[in-house]
């Protein structure tokens, strides 16, 4: 599933594929993708004939800005992706397409059909995202921050790591990577964390962030973990059970929480039973 790297990288890939670029016609199948209102002919409507303005991302939401007030939010789900294209044959999965003037095809491709494609009045952009936390890249992350933000709940930090109200942005793999850096155990209860966790955990977070930024600076497209057949793992531990820890050498264990496979080190990230944390 993509997570705030992931659609950060694909905001930054539509910039610049979109920049300067009039949409000449779009087209969109009738699947559950398009989302509200919007059907195949409003797509090909509201879309035909626009220019990009900006893109704006949110954790894990985008909006295309378009002149004349056209707005098109965008979610991924958990296997949606634009690609682009010249004079190739139309990519398996494809559900919506906009034809560029200079000849280039962006294909939105989702093969599980769970992300979003709706056109929405670009101002609608601020509603969309109201219920969403801090996004860590746009708005920044220290201690005090997210010591505000996991203040007072008995959750387990990862439920709350997941928690798109709490932060914009995180999902399980990158949680989970966070955990393992600031050496914390996924299962803790989230006010239990020391003013020391909480500060490694915020530089985690910040950490798995731009590690995962950088290692898809080489891809033109978003590649999931289940795509890289050809590449090694990036990550830490997520991915990587019964592999030994890259810090101790112990071997990766897993649970479940909330769902969600949770990796991490019996050794480093011990589970420790306190009380929570008084007077923030």
């Known amino acids: 599933m993509p997570e705030l790297p992931e659609v950060e990288h694909q905001a930054r890939a539509l910039r610049r594929i979109l920049e300067g670029a009039r949409i000449e016609r779009a087209e969109a199948d009738a699947t559950p993708v398009l989302?509200?209102?919007?059907?195949p002919a409003t797509f090909a409507e509201a879309l035909a004939g626009r220019s990009l303005e900006?893109?704006?991302?949110v954790g894990k939401q985008l909006l295309l800005s378009f002149d004349a007030g056209t707005g098109l939010a965008c979610?991924?789900?958990?296997?949606?992706?634009?690609?682009?294209?010249?004079?190739?044959?139309?990519?398996?999965?494809?559900?919506?397409?906009?034809?560029?003037?200079?000849?280039?095809?962006?294909?939105?491709?989702?093969m599980r059909m769970l992300?979003?494609?709706?056109?929405?009045?670009?101002?609608?952009?601020?509603r969309i995202v109201s219920s969403l936390?801090?996004?860590?890249?746009?708005?920044?992350?220290?201690?005090?921050?997210?010591?505000?933000r996991i203040a007072g709940t008995p959750r387990p930090i990862k439920n709350v790591l997941l928690d798109q109200t709490?932060?914009?942005?995180l999902g399980n793999i990158h949680a989970t990577e966070a955990l393992f850096r600031a050496r914390v155990h996924p299962s803790r209860a989230a006010d239990s964390l020391t003013p020391a966790e909480v500060e490694a955990?915020?530089?985690?977070?910040?950490?798995?962030?731009?590690?995962?930024?950088?290692?898809?600076?080489?891809?033109?497209?978003?590649?999931?973990?289940?795509?890289?057949?050809d590449a090694p793992n990036p990550f830490l531990v997520y991915g990587r059970a019964s592999e030994p820890c890259p810090r101790c050498g112990t071997p990766i264990?897993?649970?479940?929480?909330?769902?969600?496979t949770s990796p991490f080190c019996p050794r480093c990230q011990r589970l420790i039973q306190s009380g929570p944390r008084r007077g923030r």
Do not use: Q
């Open 253 to 260: 264990r897993t649970l479940t929480i909330a769902g969600r």
């Open 35 to 39: 989302k509200g209102k919007t059907t």
């Open 75 to 110: 979610h991924l789900g958990m296997t949606g992706k634009w690609r682009s294209r010249v004079g190739d044959e139309p990519p398996r999965h494809g559900r919506a397409r906009l034809f560029l003037h200079d000849g280039c095809v962006l294909d939105y491709v989702d």
């Open 166 to 169: 709490v932060l914009a942005g």
């Open 115 to 126: 992300g979003r494609l709706e056109i929405v009045p670009r101002d609608a952009f601020a």
């Open 54 to 57: 900006r893109i704006e991302r």
């Open 201 to 229: 955990l915020a530089d985690g977070i910040l950490a798995t962030i731009t590690h995962a930024l950088a290692a898809h600076e080489r891809d033109d497209e978003i590649v999931y973990l289940s795509d890289r057949t």
């Open 133 to 148: 936390g801090p996004d860590p890249l746009r708005d920044g992350l220290d201690a005090s921050r997210l010591a505000a």
